[in-house]
């Protein structure tokens, strides 16, 4: 294990089923954290860490909490009930505009203004819904004094916030959950790349400056990458486009002949190289849905599968 | 090699740190993402369960037929794995006496650890559930999953859990399969069916929720196939 450093004085901001408490991280903490638990990642700041953290505070059960290291942010949001329930919290300063997945609104101040529209013009949006999102994004504006907006996304799991810097992120293309009004979200069509698996591998390229939100199905962890990492291409959320990417059928675990399931489960991977984050969720829907589909009730007519 | 498991209870992952030389076994498909210098390879698992007629015992078990095994050629490469359903998962360290799991509950384990398929003691009177199970025997670790959560019952003299709620148990433990206390009449109407009645001293554990319960509730709703 890697010694590593964490940026003394850190906020950081503790997820997990104490849902977004944020604490002061001082010297004296981090230090107990660092010699009583390896902590995975860091590269000294605006990174994830996952360690146990009974230390921290004695009232927590001993369970494995994900901290995130302040990440700038022109937005100011919480997200609670995370992993498994997480919701979007925003404050949005006023006259200031943020872009929300079509209904993604659960609740907001009544002074809150929203106009549904096609963003980047019909072209843009009709490749958007190609990739399985809707056609429409929602602008949520806070006229004259600043606002609250909940957003909760439609499936139970974890959300997670990244801010641009001119460089783009890579989404799986139902994971946009919101964004600031600078980023620009972009349909990129993966080609014979995406069409290699009978699952729709299309990804939405978020580029600009500003913040952006995005969701999973159970769990997000970050995995920093630097070298070579393969993914389940049931299980990709996100991941910066300094990273290379390959659909494959990986030898080991290929059993496309013997695929029981309606979706997926074709043992296709995606194998990242470079360096560069990457965010993984740690439940896949398809997986759901199969299970679900043997208990649907048989038609009576006849045609028995 | 390290286990962790993260964002328990709901969303748990196992993120597994190998070192050179060092094996897992996992079921088929959960792997959810890992180092591109890890080695994977699919198996028909040799040995008393294994063959080809011990894969065909998994097929016709309804569980995979192919276990994925990954090794480590290089130190500190890591693994995820994942069960397919919201839940929890224990980490088990193979003592011992053994322990006997519901195929479905099973995710992974190390290399050292024995896998016997159709564990016999069931087999007649669990014929009603399309559940089967493993013995397990030798040393080192398995990881368990389960629907919903775990909890573990210190079983000391005797103690009753309803069959499709069994997670796994140690082989110390003695069973049978009976009718729940009361009448039959009752137990019919309860619902409750056939239970489990462990005798002895050994760890049980079991899940909050049941899976074929919880497909029967949705999937009765769904549009027909």
């Known amino acids: ?305 | 090699m390290k286990i962790e498991l993260l964002q328990q209870p709901d969303s748990t992952i196992a993120r597994v740190t190998l070192n050179t030389g060092e094996e897992i076994v996992a079921e088929a498909g959960a792997m959810v993402a890992m180092s591109g210098y890890l080695q994977a390879s699919t198996t028909l698992r040799q040995g008393k369960g294994g063959g080809i007629f011990g894969g065909l015992k998994r097929m016709i078990g309804g569980e995979s037929l192919f276990l994925s095994v990954f090794r480590s050629p290089t130190p500190e490469n890591t693994l995820f794995l994942a069960p397919k359903m919201l839940g929890d998962m224990l980490h088990y360290k193979m003592g011992a006496s053994g322990l006997v799991v519901q195929a479905g509950s099973y995710l992974a384990s190390t290399s050292d650890v024995n896998i016997d398929l159709g564990f016999q003691g069931f087999k007649s009177l669990f014929s009603g559930e399309s559940i089967f199970w493993l013995d397990m025997g030798g040393h080192g670790d398995v990881l368990l999953s389960s629907f919903g959560a775990i909890y573990e019952v210190p079983v000391k003299g005797e103690y009753i859990v309803d069959t499709g709620h069994i997670v796994a148990f140690e082989k110390t433990l003695k069973f049978e399969i009976t009718k729940p206390p009361g009448s039959w009449l009752s137990a019919f109407l309860g619902g409750e069916g056939l239970v489990c009645r462990f005798k002895g001293n050994g760890r049980l554990f079991c899940q909050t929720h049941n899976a074929p319960a919880f497909g029967q509730a949705v999937g009765s709703r769904l549009p027909p196939r």
């Open chain 1, 1 to 305: 294990m890697p010694q590593h450093s964490v940026k003394p004085s850190a906020v950081v901001y503790l997820r997990g089923s104490k849902r977004g408490r944020r604490r002061e991280w001082n010297k004296k903490e981090t230090d107990k954290v660092l010699i009583t638990y390896s902590l995975f990642i860091v590269n000294s700041q605006l990174s994830t860490i996952n360690c146990q953290l009974p230390t921290l505070n004695h009232q927590l059960p001993t369970a494995t909490y994900q901290l995130s290291t302040y990440m700038p942010s022109n937005i100011s949001y919480t997200i609670e009930h995370s992993p498994s329930y997480a919701q979007l919290k925003l404050k949005i300063p006023a006259n200031k505009t943020v872009l929300v997945e079509a209904s993604g609104m659960a609740a907001m101040d009544s002074h809150i203004t929203l106009k549904s529209k096609v963003k980047g013009g019909l072209m843009k949006g009709l490749t958007r819904m190609l990739t399985g999102e809707s056609l429409f994004i929602s602008e949520f504006t806070a006229p004259e004094r600043s606002g609250t907006l909940y957003i909760s996304p439609g499936l139970p799991g974890d959300i997670q916030h990244y801010h641009l810097k001119g460089n783009s992120l890579m989404l799986q293309s139902s994971a946009f959950v919101a964004s600031s009004s600078t980023v620009d979200l972009d349909s990129k069509f993966q080609g014979l790349k995406g069409f290699f698996s009978g699952e729709s591998l299309f990804f939405m390229k978020a580029t600009g400056e500003g913040d952006i939100w995005f969701n999973s199905y159970g769990a997000i962890l970050e995995i920093p990458v630097n070298g070579s990492y393969i993914v389940d291409t049931g299980y990709i959320v996100a991941f910066e486009d300094t990273l290379k990417y390959n659909v494959e059928a990986m030898g080991g675990l290929s059993w496309t002949n013997l695929r029981t399931g309606i979706l997926g489960g074709e043992g296709l991977v995606c194998r990242f190289s470079g360096e560069g984050k990457l965010w993984i969720q740690s439940r896949n829907l398809f997986h759901l849905i199969n299970f679900l589909n043997p208990f649907r009730p048989t038609k009576n007519n006849g045609s028995s599968e």
